[in-house]
C-alpha cells in the first residue's frame, strides 16, 4: 500500500540556522510529490512538487528538495531559517494511476527559535 | 477569482445532527477532494470527485455522503455526527493534467 512517512513530528531549529526535513514514501511506481506548508490556522500551500526530470527542485520561500530514488525520500531543505517559516510541513505522493489522489505524511512541526 | 472557498468556518454539533460542510470552486477544476486533519495523522482523504456526476471513496469515508451536481460545487454531508468526526475539514481541487491540488481554508467541527 503507498504510504508516507515524516520520521520527526517536531523539529526546533535557531533563526538563521539550516534545516531539513525528512520525507519518505512507498509507492510502486514514479511518484509525484509535494510538500505543502500550513501555518496555524490555515489552509495548505504548495511549496514545490516532482514530476519527473531534475532531482533538485527549487521552491518558493527559500526551499527546495531533492528525490532520490534509491532511498525513497523527498526531503526538504533550505539554507537559512526565519522566523516566520515557524509552521507545519507536510509531504505527499500523489498517485496519478488514481486520479491524482494525495496520500499525505503526517506532518512536522516547525519551531523556529530566535 | 476566490479560488476554493468553503463554509462554514467553525461549526458545532450534537451527537446525531446532520449538516452540509460546502466547497465551492472557480478554477473550473475537474477534480475535488474532501480531505480531514486530525493530530498526528496529516490529512485523510474522504471522498473525491473526478467530475460532474462521478464521486468515489478515498481512505475514510464512513460516516460521510457527497454528490457533484456542477463542477463548481461538491458538498460534504454528514447525516448523524459522531464525536469522532470533530476534526478540520479541507476541500481541495485541481486540474486533470496537473495534481497540484488548491486546497480551501478549512472548516472546523467540534461534534459534543
Known amino acids: 500500500a503507498q504510504s508516507v512517512t515524516q520520521p520527526d513530528i517536531h523539529i526546533t531549529v535557531s533563526e538563521g540556522a539550516s534545516l531539513e526535513l525528512r520525507c519518505n514514501y512507498s509507492?510502486?511506481?514514479?511518484?509525484?510529490l509535494f510538500w505543502y506548508v500550513q501555518s496555524p490556522g490555515q489552509g495548505l500551500q504548495l511549496l514545490l512538487k516532482y514530476f519527473s526530470g531534475d532531482t533538485l527542485v527549487q521552491g518558493i520561500k527559500g526551499f527546495e528538495a531533492e528525490f532520490k530514488r534509491s532511498q525513497s525520500s523527498f526531503n526538504l531543505r533550505k539554507p537559512s531559517v526565519h522566523w516566520s517559516d515557524a509552521a507545519e510541513y507536510f509531504c505527499a505522493v500523489g498517485l496519478y494511476n488514481q486520479g491524482g489522489k494525495l496520500i499525505f505524511g503526517q506532518g512536522t512541526e516547525l519551531s523556529v527559535k530566535p | 477569482n476566490a479560488g476554493v472557498t468553503q463554509t462554514p468556518k467553525f461549526q458545532v454539533l450534537k451527537t446525531g445532527q446532520s449538516m452540509t460542510l460546502q466547497c465551492a470552486q472557480d478554477?473550473?477544476?475537474?477534480?475535488m477532494s474532501w480531505y480531514r486533519q486530525d493530530p498526528g495523522m496529516g490529512l485523510r482523504l474522504i471522498h473525491y470527485?473526478?467530475?460532474?456526476?462521478?464521486?468515489d471513496q478515498g481512505e475514510v469515508p464512513n460516516g460521510y455522503n457527497v454528490s457533484r451536481s456542477t463542477t463548481e460545487d461538491f458538498p460534504l454531508r454528514l447525516l448523524s455526527a459522531a464525536p469522532s468526526q470533530t476534526s478540520v475539514y479541507f476541500c481541495a481541487t485541481h486540474e486533470g493534467s496537473s495534481y497540484e491540488q488548491y486546497f480551501g481554508p478549512g472548516t472546523r467541527l467540534t461534534v459534543t
Open positions: 470527485s473526478v467530475g460532474a456526476g462521478i464521486t
Open positions: 478554477m473550473n477544476h475537474e477534480y
Open positions: 509507492y510502486g511506481a514514479t511518484p509525484y
